[in-house]
């Protein structure tokens, strides 16, 4: 009866390397019908040098339980790497390249396995020998211990659970500061990263009265024009709900209350970042240096947002 096996890559962050000495990594009792291998893209390299990983297991019943299951591994190996301050893009910001059915023929070699396009992302397929082709490949280094990455991977492997839509988004936002140059650019990205996390909630009940009164003198006021009319009270419905601020401002309480940054609480270092990000969008002098140093904290603070039911696994 034939099984199936499930394949993905991804791209370390610039500067973040695990520190594997050995070209392939066999790990067991990890919840597959099969131990997960972990090897470098390029498969010339030891996984501590290489910065494209790929994770394979095989022995699943078929095409959907693969899918299931690496879908599950790539939540957590997003949990693990914001865990331990590290990020990885998982295909969502790598360039697509694809071979037609035509040139993976002419790949093939006589009597060789069949080739897949090495694609980002997901691959499911009949567990044998196959080769996987692309059209290009990608290119001071931290090394993560090996040993301390598969800890923590082993540790939330029994704590498992799906991100939600907002956490993919974040992680996606994180993880894409690690790839920008640009000190100003990196920084946006985690605000929004933060921002993309919280869940606004709808202000109490004499608020929301007071400010619905507002609204119905807007809407019968007939001395406005009409476009000024739906202006205003699209403005005033907008604070029906809490202002993102405030909704950040209670989300870093619930997870990182008593943590710090910066030497500042958790919740004072929120409130220094919305403060530069203010001065930073409307035009206003921004130290370059304090957009530096503070980006590299709030790399940070948004990797403890992510895995703020992890903080408690030693790292």
Not at 43 to 72: C, I, N, Q
Not at 111 to 131: K, L, S, Y
Not at 198 to 226: N, T, Y
Not at 235 to 264: C, F, P, Q, V
Request: one cysteine or more; charged letters at 30%; proline letters at 4%.
């Amino acid at each position: 009866m034939p099984d199936f096996t499930f394949r993905f890559r991804i791209r370390l962050a610039p500067g973040d390397r695990i520190g594997f000495a050995d070209s392939l990594v066999s790990l067991t009792a990890v919840g597959f019908p099969s131990p997960l291998e972990i090897h470098p893209r390029n498969r010339t390299h030891a996984l501590k040098d290489a910065e494209e990983l790929v994770f394979r297991a095989s022995g699943f019943t078929d095409e959907a339980a693969a899918r299931s299951a690496a879908e599950a591994l790539q939540a957590d190996l997003k949990r693990t790497f914001a865990r331990l301050w590290m990020a990885a893009d998982f295909g969502v910001l790598a360039s697509k390249s694809f071979i037609f059915k035509a040139g993976l023929e002419m790949l093939r070699e006589p009597g060789g396995p069949p080739v897949m396009n090495d694609e980002p992302g997901i691959v499911t397929f009949e567990t044998r020998a196959v080769r996987f082709a692309s059209v290009g490949d990608a290119k001071g280094i931290r090394s993560m211990q090996p040993e301390r990455f598969e800890r923590v991977l082993r540790h939330i492997r029994t704590r498992t659970r799906p991100l939600t839509r907002k956490e993919e988004l974040a992680f996606e936002l994180y993880s894409g500061s690690f790839f920008q140059t640009e000190p100003r650019a990196r920084f946006l990205l985690l605000f929004m990263a933060v921002e993309a996390l919280v869940l606004v909630e709808e202000r109490p009940d004499v608020a929301r009265k007071l400010i619905e009164s507002f609204i119905k003198q807007v809407h019968d006021c007939g001395e406005l024009p009409a476009d000024e009319r739906s202006s205003l009270q699209g403005g005033l419905a907008r604070l029906l709900g809490e202002s993102i601020a405030a909704a950040a401002h209670r989300l870093t309480r619930e997870r990182l209350d008593g943590r710090n940054y910066m030497e500042k609480s958790a919740t004072d270092f929120f409130r220094h970042c919305n403060r530069l990000r203010g001065r930073m969008v409307h035009g206003m002098e921004a130290d370059m240096r304090e957009v530096r140093s503070t980006a590299a904290e709030l790399q940070m603070f948004v990797a403890d947002l992510l895995a703020f039911d992890l903080l408690d696994i030693e790292v």
